[in-house]
């Protein structure tokens, strides 16, 4: 168990429909990052968020959107579905230091997503 | 930005054989490289890193990688493959200044009885 933990495990939702994916981070990690896995794809980097700040962006869509809570956890936003972002969505977290960062990122067990 | 190559989709080896999975990668400076599992429906594990120092760097499980910067590789190996090691592997890159992590297209690990 890696102490990321994410909601729901399952979804699945119609084209053109609106999903919330919640993560929570380890304790005590401020950074968390979104990624979405497909299997033509691969593992894509979406977004970063730190300490409630975005940090970095990645390939996510303008109907895709995130954010991070002042109790660090975050939700990812998909709008407007279509097929095609029937994916496996991970969340993951790490420790940050300054200056950048080194330290190996924890990832929750995925939500999948299937659009219909 | 930087990237990372895994040539090999699958790679299939015997138990008890060595492994070997492979990983290139391009940026600039020195990177920061790591090694991740999959396990079916499951998220991806942690199994180790190059940050500096030491080309051989260890890991979990057994595993660890070479860090070869003339040839810009990281390759995975494990000197006695098992049957629990099958599983889909992922190099991934990071430079120093930037966030995001790039990761590879992965590598499906087969370890045979």
């Known amino acids: 168990d890696s102490g990321v933990t994410q909601t729901p495990k399952h979804l699945i939702t119609a084209t053109g429909q609106r999903v919330t994916l919640r993560c929570s981070p380890r304790s005590g990690d401020l950074s968390v990052y979104w990624y979405q896995q497909s299997l033509d794809q691969g593992l894509q980097f979406l977004i970063q968020?730190?300490?409630?700040?975005?940090?970095a962006k990645g390939n996510i869509l303008e109907r895709f959107s995130a954010q991070q809570f002042p109790d660090l956890h975050s939700e990812l936003n998909l709008s407007s579905l279509e097929l095609g972002d029937s994916a496996l969505y991970f969340c993951?977290?790490?420790?940050?230091?300054?200056?950048?960062?080194?330290?190996?990122?924890?990832f929750g067990p995925g939500t999948r997503l299937t659009v219909l | 930005a930087q990237s990372v190559a895994q040539p090999e989709d699958q790679v299939n080896v015997a138990e008890g054989n060595p492994l070997t999975v492979k990983c290139t990668y391009s940026v600039s400076g020195n990177p920061y490289l790591f090694w991740y599992v999959q396990y079916p429906n499951r998220g991806l594990q942690f199994l180790l890193k190059y940050i500096t120092g030491d080309n051989l760097v260890k890991g979990s499980y057994g595993f660890e990688a070479e860090f070869n910067k003339s040839q810009t590789s990281f390759h995975l190996k494990k000197p006695s493959a098992l049957v629990s090691d099958s599983a889909l592997y992922f190099c991934?890159?990071?430079?120093?200044?930037?966030?995001?992590?790039?990761f590879g297209a992965g590598t499906r690990l087969t370890v045979k009885p």
């Open positions: 991934a890159v990071r430079d120093m200044r930037g966030n995001d992590m790039r």
């Open positions: 968020y730190y300490n409630g700040e975005e940090r």
């Open positions: 993951a977290s790490s420790v940050v230091t300054s200056g950048g960062s080194y330290n190996e990122q924890f």
